[in-house]
């Protein structure tokens, strides 16, 4: 493990998976000094980080990222060394509803971000002794650019980029800046696309979450057409490892596939699902199944995707920690132990964390 220190920014680390990656960098990397910026939207939870938000080598800032004056003075403040940019829009139905969201976050936000990395990291800028071999832009993407599958095949990382919803386009278009901008300028940039995850802080308008929820408040479950959509899961705390590494170890100027070959369709995960319900709830079995409901299909709903993840594996060593029937049970159990912190991102309290806990201080 380096002993290196760091100066690092994580964008949109009050979000599901980069409150994952933040709670890891604090804790496995003490002479980090690891800092998460992040616009509080909807989807952004300071909940999901109370655990370490006393910790000395921790820092949270309120931004937003589409704003690149603030991006500018940020960076000649801070002087951070490397980026990791998970800040996004990230659900694809709000994308079909409001694509202009996504256009301004995903892809303005991005360009501001590489502007001012660009320009704090040329030569003889930066006064940290060991940052120019440290500097590093780190674009966390998806699968979902890659397009959609048929029945056979995977994305591999050379794929061509294909993406059919409003979010994967303009997640795809963010990716090719970063990479133009990696080619162009010589910014240190490397790219990682991983497929869906699911796990504890997600908030319930993914499948997964939205499904413990209903099933839990004894209410529908909408499966969106025949439910034959095929989605490849992997525990979010495997693709934090993952990004551990790339962010460690990663060859600059490249890719990486992230996923766990863990392909379900729709249905068949939430039949899963509904069992694990039924008997960590006491219910009689079948019971969750009833609440099923098919309601009209997703608007351009991909078909199927499935991440071949053997670079990874085979340059640098990562593989799932759990398999999906070990992930989605302790999931289950986050989300039953977890009943208040449900119940605030259900009825909106969890907005006025910030001002309850930063605003005192
Ligand atoms: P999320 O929606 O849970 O979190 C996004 C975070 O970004 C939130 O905290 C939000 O407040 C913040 N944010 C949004 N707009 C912002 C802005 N303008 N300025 C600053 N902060 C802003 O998303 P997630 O599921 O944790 O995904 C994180 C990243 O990983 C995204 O880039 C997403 O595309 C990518 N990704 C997600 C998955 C997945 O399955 N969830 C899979 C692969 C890649
Ligand atoms: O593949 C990675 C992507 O996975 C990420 O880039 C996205 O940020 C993330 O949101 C996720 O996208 P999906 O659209 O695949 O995830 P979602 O949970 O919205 O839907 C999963 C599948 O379940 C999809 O086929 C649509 C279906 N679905 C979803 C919801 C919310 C339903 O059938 N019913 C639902 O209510």
Redesign the pocket.
């Known amino acids: 493990m380096s002993d290196i220190q760091r100066n690092i920014l994580i964008?949109?680390?009050?979000?599901?998976?980069?409150?994952h990656l933040v709670r890891r960098f604090v804790k496995r990397y003490p002479h980090y000094i690891i800092n998460n910026?992040?616009?509080?939207?909807?989807?952004?939870?300071l909940e999901n980080l109370r655990d370490i938000e006393t910790a000395s080598n921790y820092r949270f800032i309120k931004?937003?990222?589409?704003d690149a004056a603030f991006i500018n003075q940020l960076f000649e403040k801070h002087r951070f060394d490397a980026v990791i940019?998970?800040?996004?829009?990230?659900?694809v139905d709000r994308s079909i509803v409001s694509p202009m969201d996504f256009i301004?976050?995903?892809i303005v936000?991005t360009v501001n971000l590489l502007n001012a990395a660009k320009t704090l990291w040329q030569p003889g800028k930066t006064e940290h002794a060991t940052s120019e071999i440290n500097h590093l832009f780190y674009q966390?993407?998806?699968?979902?650019v890659y397009g959609s599958l048929d029945h056979g095949g995977y994305f591999t990382e050379t794929t061509p980029y294909d993406p059919r919803s409003p979010?994967s386009a303009s997640?795809a278009s963010a990716d090719h800046l970063v990479r133009a901008y990696g080619h162009t300028y010589g910014l240190p940039v490397v790219v990682s696309?991983?497929?869906?995850?699911?796990g504890a802080y997600?908030?319930p308008e993914?499948l997964i979450p939205l499904a413990i929820n209903n099933i839990r408040s004894n209410k529908a479950v909408p499966i969106y057409g025949k439910g034959e959509n095929i989605r490849d899961w992997?525990w979010?705390e495997d693709?934090v490892a993952a990004i551990d590494l790339v962010f460690h170890n990663g060859k600059r100027g490249d890719t990486y596939n992230?996923g766990g070959f863990n392909e379900r369709t729709n249905i068949d995960l939430i039949m899963q699902l509904c069992s694990i319900m039924d008997e960590k709830l006491g219910r009689p079995a079948g019971s969750s199944a009833k609440l099923l409901t098919y309601v009209k299909d997703r608007a351009g709903h991909d078909l199927r995707y499935a991440i071949d993840s053997s670079r990874i594996t085979n340059e640098l060593g990562w593989k799932p920690s759990l398999t999906f029937e070990e992930g989605l049970a302790k999931t289950v159990d986050w989300y039953l132990a977890n009943e208040e912190w449900l119940q605030h991102v259900t009825s909106g309290d969890y907005q006025h964390y910030y001002e309850q806990q930063y605003h005192k201080r």
């Open positions: 964008t949109g680390g009050a979000g599901f998976i980069g409150s910026l992040d616009n509080l939207t909807y989807a952004g939870n931004g937003d990222i589409t940019h998970l800040a996004a829009e990230s659900h301004f976050t995903n936000g966390v993407s998806t699968d979902e979010y997640k696309n991983c497929s869906n995850n699911y997600q908030f993914k992997l979010v693709h992230i």
